[in-house]
């Protein structure tokens, strides 16, 4: 489906971002990954695209802090691999306070990383997107994009501005054949999230299982964690030609915590 174009992904070294990057591989598509993690784990991931799919991948080390980095991701792509066709903005971090006392330092970096550095990424990749007049860019906003929780001010608002900068995003683009689009998932089951609970369920006296439902899936229906392969589906078929005219929208896969 995807073969021949090229998909830079950030935060993709793990989690969400690596079944991203792992399922345009699947379909044909070169792939720049990103992130943080152990050299020569990220080294394994890369060179298992490859293998497993035929195609080729490459790594930038990219600090998402850093416009400069930013767009020299983008730029690798287009030089080393012929373009940059999609563009996923998935690196993102979090912090848990109340407002008072939530350190001004990681305000700034949480709205740096989870918000601006999305816009650096999408501003040095379309213009070349645009000369090509195709181009799809997806954007992982969160359940956070459309309701609140309390003690996470900097994630929620970075997310509620993700879901400006996608819409307006795609009313500039709409006649260029780019696409931009936001997924906004609820719980996924990720290993960061898997190694939280055995701490949760130690600290408030509860089992795991009861960790897992009445604490991470209290808001999800459904009491079933997302999973990355669902996640990554629904981007591969935003970057399908299928999918060429949703775009400027918030694609919720949440369980059912927004329908509440």
């Not at 070169?30 to 497993?52: F, H, P, T, W, Y």
């Not at 996923?88 to 407002?99: D, F, K, R, S």
């Not at 089951?189 to 209290?218: C, F, H, N, S, Y």
Request: proline share 4%; glycine share 8%; charged share 20%.
């Amino acid at each position: 489906m995807l073969k021949g174009k090229v998909a830079v992904v950030t935060g993709s070294t793990s989690g969400i971002g690596l079944a991203y990057a792992r399922a345009f591989a699947k379909e044909g598509a070169n792939i720049v990954l990103n992130g943080l993690g152990d050299a020569a784990a990220i080294e394994k991931e890369r060179a298992a695209i490859e293998s497993d799919f035929g195609v080729k991948c490459l790594y930038s080390p990219a600090n998402m802090l850093k416009p400069d980095e930013i767009a020299d991701m983008v730029k690798l792509g287009e030089t080393e691999l012929g373009s940059c066709d999609i563009l996923v903005n998935n690196a993102g971090i979090q912090h848990v306070a109340p407002i008072e006392e939530f350190p001004i330092d990681t305000w700034n970096t949480i709205i740096a990383i989870n918000l601006s550095a999305a816009f650096f990424a999408m501003r040095a990749a379309i213009p070349g997107m645009k000369a090509r007049k195709w181009g799809r860019i997806i954007n992982t906003a969160s359940a956070h994009a459309l309701v609140a929780s309390p003690f996470k001010s900097a994630y929620v608002s970075a997310k509620h501005g993700i879901a400006g900068l996608t819409k307006t995003a795609a009313l500039e683009t709409a006649e260029f054949g780019i696409t931009v689009n936001a997924i906004c998932p609820g719980y996924v089951w990720t290993p960061l999230v898997e190694k939280q609970i055995p701490d949760t369920a130690k600290a408030r006296g509860m089992t795991e299982e009861q960790v897992k439902k009445d604490v991470l899936l209290a808001a999800q229906p459904t009491k079933e964690f997302v999973t990355v392969e669902e996640v990554a589906a629904l981007a591969v078929f935003l970057a399908s030609d299928n999918a060429r005219s949703i775009t400027g929208s918030l694609q919720v896969i949440d369980g059912g915590w927004t329908a509440a």
